[in-house]
C-alpha cells in the first residue's frame, strides 16, 4: 500500500464522464489486448494529487455456451500534449498504480452481468511539463483459456461492454 502525505490541499478541478467508448471486449488468451472503456484529459501541475474512480459493465452473452471469462480493468494514463498525436504507442501510456489501480474478476453463465469499480489516488510527478494536461483512462481486456475453439487463431467472441459506466478525476493541489 503506498501513502500519500500532502500539506493541507484543496479541490482544485474535477472531471467526469459517463461516456462509453467501447461496446465490446474480444475474448482472447493474451492480457494485453485493452481497449479503452473512458477517458477523461484533465488539466493538472506538478505534484497535484489526483483521486480517481471508475466502473463499467460487461455482460457474457456468448452463444452457444456462454464459458467463464476473465475481465481485468486498469487505470492508465498518459501525456496529451507531448506532441506524439497520432503517433502514441502503448510505450507512452503507464498504469497509475500497478497493484491498487486494477481489479480482475471472471465473468460466467451464472453471473452473465458483470460490474467493476478501480479507484486510485495519484500523484503528479514533480518533472510533469507546466501546462500539460494529462488523459486517464480506464481500460479493460477478456481473456478466456476457452478463447479460440476453432484454432484459427482469432477472437470471434466478445462481451458485450454495456452503456453504463462512470470515471472521475478530482483533482487538488496544496492550499
Known sequence: MTTISLPAIRLAGFHSTNEVAATSLPVDLPTNTWRTI????????????LDVSAWFKVTNDIRPVAYPVGVGAHLWAYDVDDGKGAARTADDWWRLDPEAGSV????????????LPVEVAYQVPDDWPTGHRIVIALRADAHSTAWDKDGDGVAQDRLTVDPYGRLTVRRYCPA
Do not use: I, K, T
Open 38 to 49: 473512458l477517458r477523461v484529459v484533465a488539466p493538472v501541475a506538478a505534484g497535484d494529487l
Open 104 to 115: 480482475g474478476m471472471n465473468v460466467h453463465r451464472d453471473l452473465h452481468h458483470l460490474v
